[in-house]
């Protein structure tokens, strides 16, 4: 039936296909609601540089959202084809929340994004406006529904189980089960991070290169402002979280903390080590005396859940998520870091000139990406030796497919999804480099009168098209 | 009482009708994209499309997310079967899907993204077809799960289906571009049209003669006391390729395509009445194969409320951009 290789193997494709999956829509996500406050300032204010940043983000959103859509569709099926026993016995439950996110969000996405990107000479600018807003709010809602998904895996809740399967008994115990609203702020304040991080990032290496137009200031400004609430509110919401696994998930957070034994007297925070799984031990570890107690119970000497306690069977991999936690929080530490300094020098009037600081911008825009992929390893390896928490084992979830199949079909998507990224990110970072066009066309509907330098709109947008064809075809 | 479950079938056979009539022009016009060698016929057949693709193939995550809400064994059991080709499908969609974007944007690989444009349209047309092959000829099921060997679904039939499936998307693909292009792009698709046409039904009598003969369920269906009721539907293929025909000798812009898309519902017509009442042929029924009643009942309630709503939009997004694509039109890049 079943060999261990080929479990292995479909988990290896999926935490694969998902990880390079979930960077898109991250980005995206973020992106969309950003380009609808652009598109928004504009409309109001009629100043040119939201104008510019908005078209300029709206390429690179472009770009990002067909690998997210892509990509997607691929997760969409990979339930069925390597997870049949799972979808079998929970499909009940995540099937019916996947296509709300389907009704509720990718049409809205999908239907809208064509007049978002292509529609700016045909509709006029409330109904443009009112479509990039539908883009934006389709991916909020579309992470509204996934996470209600992945955090019922985590923490199931209104279910009954009849004949080996999941029977769905109460739909709103289900959605907001235990652990949903607070995977799902800590996601949201996520992907708000890492697109503002990437916006920042841009910005101030197209300031390091004296190259602006007003443009770049302006949206280092809006990136900075917004880490500058997003980044001490996701610790908040971070810590809330922790302590909703301590109550839930006591055994992934053991696994986080490299905890083997009680501690009567109080529990320290390990902020180094090496945790050895066969010995069940925390190797070399450096500890805060009283810290974890501290933090996880509020208390001085709270006492917090330890590895020992659980079979060896239902214990996650310590190794794994003991460093992936903590280069998450490192990083949003940094994050934080970049948003307050950024808010001083701002107010001291010297944000653009700062060398150092800039290149701590560009530094960090990787940073956003790389701790929400820990933060994800941290809470789905952490999930281990489960699939479904306490119903369904992760090794007993799998197809009946072979080892060869699987392995054929993980070599592909390696393969392509290399290729795709190579070649998606040669020409996202082209298109940041490159940075937004000096004067991009203005919508045909734009009123001569917005316009100071008198340059009719008509005449202008037409004779830069021309131009900019010229370049295409060259 | 109502009968959910046979809601929920007529709304997933509902729903991969439309992914077949909007996702399959966009496929075909990666399948014709071959005979259209010049670089600006070829940005004029992407930019027809540009702008709904996205929302086409959404259709077919509905399709695949409604089965895992609907009936999760049939979503469970039929995409572990059918494995191979349809990860083969996936990796065809990834690489067209990918091919809209940046083809535009480049320069010296623009040769490239045109192959990948074009493989991997056939290849997801040609793996769903195979796909759908596979499931006309039956998937082992034992206690809810494949108990079959994971090349099952490779078979001399089911491979001709994936080749009939691309002359279908071709053909649709022909006719949008008949539509939404003029001049001297126009005149050649219609002269490509004849050629489609007769390649579909050939393939569409190949299939309907196979499958009787291989499956004898299929056959005593059709040929049973029913024949009479049925006969009709063969006639009016035949009548329907006579009008795609004669309408290309007279240039209508919009019929090739109707009259293709009513060739589709068909055949479609014919594939539904072939396995009815069964969700995974040979034995698997849609009642034997629904979820309980409780997520039928929540996951229906969004569809009534929102599907209608999302056609509207679609519509409108097609209004939005309806009318000719031409070179040098502005926007696409």
Same mark, same amino acid.
Request: aromatic share 12%; charged share 10%.
């Given at each position: 039936?079943?060999?261990?290789?080929? =479990?292995?193997?479909?988990?290896?494709?999926?935490?694969?296909?998902?990880?390079?999956?979930?960077? %898109?829509?991250?980005?995206?996500?973020?992106?969309?609601?950003?380009?609808?406050?652009?598109?928004?300032?504009?409309?109001?204010?009629?100043?040119?540089?939201?104008?510019?940043?908005?078209?300029?983000?709206?390429?690179?959103?472009?770009?990002? %959202?067909?690998?997210?859509?892509?990509?997607?569709?691929?997760?969409?099926?990979?339930?069925?084809?390597?997870?049949?026993? +799972?979808?079998?016995?929970?499909?009940?439950?995540?099937?019916?929340?996947?296509?709300?996110?389907?009704?509720?969000?990718?049409?809205?996405?999908?239907?809208?994004?064509?007049?978002?990107?292509?529609?700016?000479?045909?509709?006029?600018?409330?109904?443009?406006?009112?479509?990039?807003?539908?883009?934006?709010?389709?991916?909020?809602?579309?992470?509204?529904?996934?996470?209600?998904?992945?955090?019922?895996?985590?923490?199931?809740?209104?279910?009954?189980?009849?004949?080996?399967?999941?029977?769905?008994?109460?739909?709103?115990? /289900?959605?907001?089960?235990?652990?949903?609203?607070?995977?799902?702020?800590?996601?949201?304040?996520?992907?708000?991070?890492?697109?503002?991080?990437?916006?920042?990032?841009?910005?101030?290496?197209?300031?390091?290169?004296?190259?602006?137009?007003?443009?770049?200031?302006?949206?280092?400004?809006?990136?900075?402002?917004?880490?500058?609430?997003?980044?001490?509110?996701?610790?908040?919401?971070?810590?809330?979280?922790?302590?909703?696994?301590?109550?839930?998930?006591?055994?992934?957070?053991?696994?986080?903390?490299?905890?083997?034994?009680?501690?009567?007297?109080?529990?320290?925070?390990?902020? %180094?080590?090496?945790?050895?799984?066969?010995?069940?031990?925390?190797?070399?570890?450096?500890?805060?005396?009283?810290?974890?107690?501290?933090?996880?119970?509020?208390?001085?000497?709270?006492?917090?859940?330890?590895?020992?306690?659980?079979?060896?069977?239902?214990?996650?991999?310590?190794?794994?998520?003991?460093?992936?936690?903590? =280069?998450?929080?490192?990083?949003?530490?940094?994050?934080?870091?970049?948003?307050?300094?950024?808010?001083?020098?701002?107010?001291?009037?010297?944000?653009?000139?700062?060398?150092? +600081?800039?290149?701590?911008?560009?530094?960090?825009?990787?940073?956003?990406?790389?701790?929400?992929?820990?933060?994800?390893?941290?809470?789905?390896?952490?999930?281990?030796?489960?699939?479904?928490?306490?119903?369904?084992?992760?090794?007993?979830?799998?197809?009946?497919?072979?080892?060869?199949?699987?392995?054929?079909?993980?070599? /592909?998507?390696?393969?392509?999804?290399?290729?795709?990224?190579?070649?998606?990110?040669?020409?996202?970072?082209?298109?940041?480099?490159?940075?937004?066009?000096?004067?991009?066309?203005?919508?045909?509907?734009?009123?001569?009168?917005?316009?100071?330098?008198?340059?009719?709109?008509?005449?202008?947008?037409?004779?830069?098209?021309?131009?900019?064809?010229?370049?295409?075809?060259? | 009482?109502?009968?959910?479950?046979?809601?929920?079938?007529?709304?997933?056979?509902?729903?991969?009708?439309?992914?077949?009539?909007?996702?399959?022009?966009?496929?075909?016009?990666?399948?014709?994209? *071959?005979?259209? !060698?010049?670089?600006?016929?070829?940005?004029?057949?992407?930019?027809?499309?540009? !702008?709904?693709?996205?929302?086409?193939?959404?259709?077919?995550?509905?399709?695949?997310?409604?089965?895992?809400?609907?009936?999760?064994?049939?979503?469970?059991?039929?995409?572990?079967?059918?494995?191979?080709?349809?990860?083969?499908?996936?990796?065809?969609?990834?690489?067209?899907?990918?091919?809209?974007?940046?083809?535009?944007?480049?320069?010296?690989?623009?040769?490239?993204?045109?192959? *990948?444009?074009?493989?991997?349209?056939?290849?997801?047309?040609?793996?769903?077809?195979?796909?759908?092959?596979?499931?006309?000829?039956?998937?082992?099921?034992?206690?809810?799960?494949?108990?079959?060997?994971?090349?099952?679904?490779?078979?001399?039939?089911?491979?001709?289906?994936?080749?009939?499936?691309?002359?279908?998307?071709?053909? @649709?693909?022909?006719?949008?571009?008949?539509?939404?292009?003029?001049?001297?792009?126009?005149?050649?698709?219609?002269?490509?049209?004849?050629?489609?046409?007769?390649?579909?039904?050939?393939?569409?009598?190949?299939?309907?003669?196979?499958?009787?003969?291989?499956?004898?369920?299929?056959?005593?269906?059709?040929?049973?006391?029913? @024949?009479?009721?049925?006969?009709?539907?063969?006639?009016?293929?035949?009548?329907?390729?006579?009008?795609?025909?004669? *309408?290309?000798?007279?240039?209508?812009?919009?019929? !090739?395509?109707?009259?293709?898309?009513? @060739?589709?519902?068909?055949?479609?017509?014919?594939?539904?009445?072939?396995?009815?009442?069964?969700?995974?042929?040979?034995?698997?029924?849609?009642? *034997?194969?629904?979820?309980?009643?409780?997520?039928?009942?929540?996951?229906?309630?969004?569809?009534?409320?929102?599907?209608?709503?999302?056609?509207?939009?679609?519509?409108?997004?097609?209004?939005?951009?309806?009318?000719?694509?031409?070179?040098?039109?502005?926007?696409?890049?």
């Amino acid at each position: 039936m079943i060999d261990i290789a080929a =479990i292995e193997l479909a988990r290896i494709q999926f935490a694969f296909t998902v990880s390079f999956h979930i960077i %898109f829509p991250a980005t995206t996500i973020g992106l969309a609601t950003f380009i609808a406050v652009l598109e928004g300032l504009w409309l109001k204010t009629r100043r040119e540089v939201y104008y510019t940043l908005c078209r300029f983000w709206s390429r690179a959103f472009a770009l990002c %959202f067909a690998i997210g859509v892509v990509s997607g569709i691929v997760m969409s099926y990979q339930f069925g084809t390597n997870w049949s026993v +799972f979808s079998n016995f929970a499909g009940s439950i995540t099937g019916p929340l996947l296509t709300y996110e389907v009704l509720t969000a990718f049409f809205l996405e999908a239907g809208f994004l064509g007049i978002m990107l292509f529609g700016w000479n045909k509709v006029g600018p409330r109904a443009h406006f009112a479509a990039t807003v539908a883009v934006a709010t389709g991916t909020l809602i579309s992470m509204f529904w996934i996470l209600a998904s992945n955090s019922w895996m985590q923490t199931p809740a209104g279910y009954r189980i009849v004949d080996g399967r999941v029977m769905p008994v109460d739909w709103m115990a /289900i959605v907001f089960n235990p652990s949903f609203p607070y995977r799902f702020m800590h996601m949201a304040l996520a992907v708000f991070a890492v697109s503002m991080l990437l916006v920042s990032a841009t910005s101030a290496w197209h300031l390091l290169r004296n190259r602006d137009n007003g443009a770049m200031r302006t949206s280092l400004v809006m990136a900075l402002g917004c880490l500058l609430v997003v980044t001490p509110l996701q610790a908040l919401v971070g810590d809330a979280h922790g302590l909703n696994t301590l109550k839930y998930q006591p055994a992934k957070l053991a696994a986080i903390e490299g905890l083997w034994d009680v501690h009567p007297e109080g529990t320290p925070l390990n902020l %180094f080590g090496l945790p050895d799984m066969e010995a069940e031990t925390t190797r070399y570890s450096l500890g805060i005396p009283h810290l974890g107690s501290l933090i996880l119970t509020h208390s001085w000497t709270g006492a917090v859940p330890n590895m020992k306690r659980f079979p060896k069977q239902d214990r996650p991999d310590s190794r794994i998520v003991f460093w992936s936690f903590r =280069i998450m929080v490192g990083l949003g530490m940094l994050m934080i870091v970049l948003a307050v300094t950024g808010a001083w020098l701002h107010r001291r009037g010297r944000l653009q000139r700062a060398i150092g +600081f800039l290149r701590f911008a560009v530094a960090m825009g990787p940073a956003g990406y790389v701790s929400l992929l820990a933060g994800w390893i941290t809470s789905e390896v952490g999930r281990q030796p489960w699939v479904v928490y306490g119903l369904l084992r992760t090794s007993q979830a799998a197809s009946p497919v072979t080892r060869q199949q699987v392995g054929l079909s993980l070599l /592909i998507f390696v393969t392509l999804y290399t290729l795709v990224f190579g070649t998606g990110l040669f020409y996202l970072f082209k298109i940041l480099r490159t940075g937004p066009e000096p004067a991009p066309a203005l919508p045909l509907w734009n009123d001569a009168a917005a316009r100071p330098s008198g340059r009719h709109p008509l005449q202008g947008a037409s004779l830069e098209h021309s131009s900019r064809q010229g370049d295409n075809h060259a | 009482m109502l009968d959910l479950a046979l809601i929920w079938a007529l709304i997933i056979a509902l729903g991969v009708l439309i992914y077949v009539i909007l996702d399959g022009f966009d496929l075909g016009i990666g399948i014709v994209f *071959a005979f259209f !060698p010049h670089d600006e016929d070829r940005q004029v057949m992407m930019n027809t499309v540009a !702008p709904v693709w996205d929302g086409n193939e959404t259709w077919m995550v509905l399709g695949g997310a409604g089965l895992f809400a609907a009936f999760p064994v049939v979503y469970s059991a039929v995409l572990s079967a059918l494995y191979l080709p349809l990860v083969l499908m996936l990796v065809g969609l990834v690489l067209r899907g990918v091919a809209f974007e940046i083809r535009g944007k480049s320069q010296r690989t623009r040769p490239v993204w045109d192959l *990948a444009f074009m493989t991997g349209s056939a290849m997801a047309t040609f793996f769903q077809g195979v796909g759908l092959g596979a499931f006309i000829q039956g998937i082992a099921v034992v206690n809810r799960e494949f108990a079959g060997n994971g090349f099952d679904c490779f078979t001399a039939f089911s491979l001709f289906t994936g080749a009939g499936l691309m002359a279908t998307y071709a053909m @649709l693909g022909c006719g949008w571009l008949i539509i939404k292009t003029d001049g001297q792009l126009q005149r050649r698709m219609f002269r490509l049209m004849p050629a489609l046409t007769i390649a579909l039904l050939a393939a569409m009598a190949v299939i309907s003669v196979w499958t009787p003969l291989s499956q004898p369920a299929i056959a005593s269906r059709w040929f049973g006391p029913a @024949l009479s009721m049925l006969w009709p539907v063969p006639l009016a293929v035949l009548a329907c390729a006579r009008g795609i025909l004669q *309408a290309v000798k007279t240039g209508n812009e919009t019929r !090739p395509y109707l009259l293709t898309l009513a @060739l589709i519902a068909l055949g479609y017509l014919g594939f539904l009445i072939s396995i009815w009442p069964n969700l995974i042929p040979p034995g698997v029924s849609l009642w *034997a194969a629904a979820a309980p009643e409780s997520s039928l009942k929540f996951t229906l309630i969004g569809v009534v409320a929102i599907l209608p709503v999302i056609l509207f939009y679609t519509g409108y997004s097609y209004w939005v951009f309806r009318g000719k694509v031409r070179p040098h039109d502005e926007g696409y890049h």
